[in-house]
């Protein structure tokens, strides 16, 4: 009992209102840390990291989740245009990215594509990832003289803390002065990817106007991040190493057939049954099996009967047991379990249609608030600030109001129909009903209204053209431009 009291003298007694939070004897051995959210990373960041990796190179099913998120989450890439109401400013700037988008990788073997998509698989492998802004000479002769490098999580040592001051402090790499991230401190070379020795001496600052750090922070207050397979690690391994272990039993069960047996023992035996030992000087001793085939029949002594094995079914519930715990893993990485495993029984359109309307908003976010402001705008400020730093855009009063210049429509991959007829009647309706617009359906395709009209345009007056080089009225034929689609279009 307490030996604390209440203001009326009686003592005070524990109680429990949460079944969660109850003692011994349910929860003895229930462990649940208090730390903070930089604390826990700080000793379990690295080992999820390393865990997380050697889960995406050798687990079937890790694999599959960090691969398929990320294809959801990026598609084929980001069209990205500008939003500037100075519609000269933006068609310069949308006509210089696309140049720019293919000169950002300073190895030269990525796109702005391939780039986001490094990061976002980065991120989800690993937790995090940094950008870097990589400034280069007008000499470079690259369209705008700058440059991107992604660096993994370890670049930024988790372990190093420093007091520099009494307002400034470096919390596991990053640079912080009172609550504002001022600089990222990394190594000059991966401490596991190199010959030369690593150490904290060999850190180099980077300010943090330079840094785009990728994550998705799970707690308040948290600055590092953990990898998105952190909660399914164990489960995933145990559930393999059991998986393995039951394949390899039915493997090397599979090489014994049977067995041979005598129901009798007879007296022309000449060596001993039980231990095939000879009971004479001048007889031979059993044939034993040495090594084991497909196929094999296990020898027993002279006379025997053959009893043929029955087949390897696993047992009962296996099948259940195992789509179970597929089920729990893919809880654990986000990502619905037919996508994770293409285990699609029993499923109907109408199921599938639910539960990747509810696996497509996860990704929304992402797409939206992860790659989309962290990564595809970090990267285009970078690329607009440069143009208009060396005079490849012009911008009056860019450093009074930049936003007014960096606005920008950020469109991911759009995902493909899952019943193309109802969904794209769906969506005609919502215009012609005013609950949604022709602007915005075209966004959702990723795709831009204006430049979609224009090359329809185009089309339709390339058509009447042939059309007429070659003596057809376009409504003897039918298509995309007859004569009655026309009519009704005008």
Same mark, same amino acid.
């Given at each position: 009992?307490s030996?604390?009291i209440d ?7 524990a ?13 003895v051995?229930?462990?649940a840390?208090?730390d ?10 690295a ?7 050697a ?6 099913l890790?694999?599959?989740a960090?691969n ?5 989450e990026v ?9 500037c109401?100075?519609d000269?400013?933006?068609?310069s700037?949308n006509?210089?990215w696309k140049?720019v988008?293919t000169?950002l ?18 991120r989800?492998?690993?937790?995090e ?11 470079s002769?690259l ?9 993994e999580?370890?670049?930024?040592p988790?372990?190093f803390y420093?007091?520099l ?11 912080f ?9 990394f190594?000059?070379v ?17 300010p ?8 998705h922070?799970?707690?308040?207050g948290?600055i590092?991040?953990e ?5 399914a690690?164990l489960?995933d ?6 998986d393995?272990?039951?394949?390899t039993r039915?493997k ?15 007296e022309d035996?000449e060596f ?17 099996v ?8 296990l ?7 053959? &009893?043929? +094995?029955d087949?390897?079914d696993?047992? %009962? ?6 789509r179970?715990?597929?089920?729990? $893993? /893919?809880?654990?990485l986000d990502?619905p379990?037919?996508?994770l495993?293409?285990?699609w ?5 109408r199921?599938?249609?639910a ?13 939206t ?16 600030n ?10 009056a009063?860019?450093?009074q109001?930049?936003?007014?210049y ?6 991911? &991959?759009a +995902?493909?129909?899952?019943h193309?007829? %109802?969904d ?8 012609s009903?005013? $609950? /949604?617009n022709?602007?915005?359906?075209a966004a ?7 430049d979609n009209?224009r090359?329809?345009?185009?089309a ?8 007429k080089?070659?003596?057809?009225e376009?409504?003897?034929l ?6 009655q ?6």
């Open positions: 009992m030996g604390l203001i009326h003298g009686n003592p005070l007694r109680t429990v209102n949460y079944e969660g939070a109850t003692k011994s004897p349910r929860s051995n229930w462990s840390s208090s903070g959210p930089n604390r826990a990373l700080k000793t379990a960041g080992s999820l990291r390393n865990r997380a990796r889960g995406y190179r050798n687990s079937l890790l694999r599959s960090i398929k998120n990320t294809t959801n598609g084929k890439g980001f069209t990205i245009m500008s939003l109401k100075d000269d400013f933006s068609k700037a006509d210089l140049i988008s000169e990788d300073p190895w030269g073997g990525l796109n702005f594509g391939g780039i986001v998509n490094l990061a976002v698989k980065s989800r492998m690993s937790g990832c940094f950008i870097v802004r990589l400034p280069r000479p007008i000499s002769k369209t705008v003289p700058v440059q991107v490098e992604l660096y999580a370890d670049m930024c988790v372990s420093k007091r001051s009494a307002n400034r402090v470096i919390k596991q790499g990053i640079e002065s009172g609550k504002h991230k001022v600089a990222y401190w190594y000059r991966h401490p596991n990817d190199d010959d030369d020795k690593v150490s904290l001496n060999r850190l180099y600052r980077v943090a106007r330079d840094v785009i750090h990728h994550y922070p799970n707690r308040p948290q590092r991040s990898p998105e397979t952190s909660a690690l489960k391994r145990t559930f393999s190493e059991y393995d272990a039951e394949l039915k090397e069960r599979s090489a014994f057939t049977g067995f041979l047996y005598r129901e009798q023992f007879g035996w001993d049954p039980q231990t095939g030992i000879p009971l004479f000087d001048d007889s031979a001793p059993a044939e034993t040495q090594q084991v085939r497909s196929g094999t029949i020898r027993g002594v002279a006379g025997e009967k053959l &009893d043929l +094995f087949g390897d696993t047992g %009962q519930g296996y099948k259940d047991f195992v179970w715990q597929g089920l729990q $893993i /893919s809880a654990g990502i379990y037919p996508l495993t293409g285990d029984e029993g499923l109907n359109d199921l599938v249609r539960f990747l309307n509810e696996y497509r908003r996860g990704i929304s976010f992402d797409q608030n992860l790659s989309g402001f962290q990564v595809v705008f970090g990267i285009w400020r970078w690329v607009i440069a143009a208009i730093t060396t005079g490849k855009l012009d911008a009063n860019y450093e109001n930049p936003h007014y960096l606005a920008l429509d950020i469109r991911p &991959d +995902f493909k129909h899952l193309p007829v %109802q794209i009647d769906a969506r005609n309706k919502a215009v009903n005013n $609950i /949604s022709a602007e915005s359906e959702e395709y990723g795709r831009d209204l204006d009209m090359r329809n345009a185009k339709r007056k390339r058509w009447e053209q042939i059309c080089e070659e003596g057809i376009p409504g003897n039918a298509g995309l431009f007859s004569a689609e026309t009519t009704g279009a005008e």
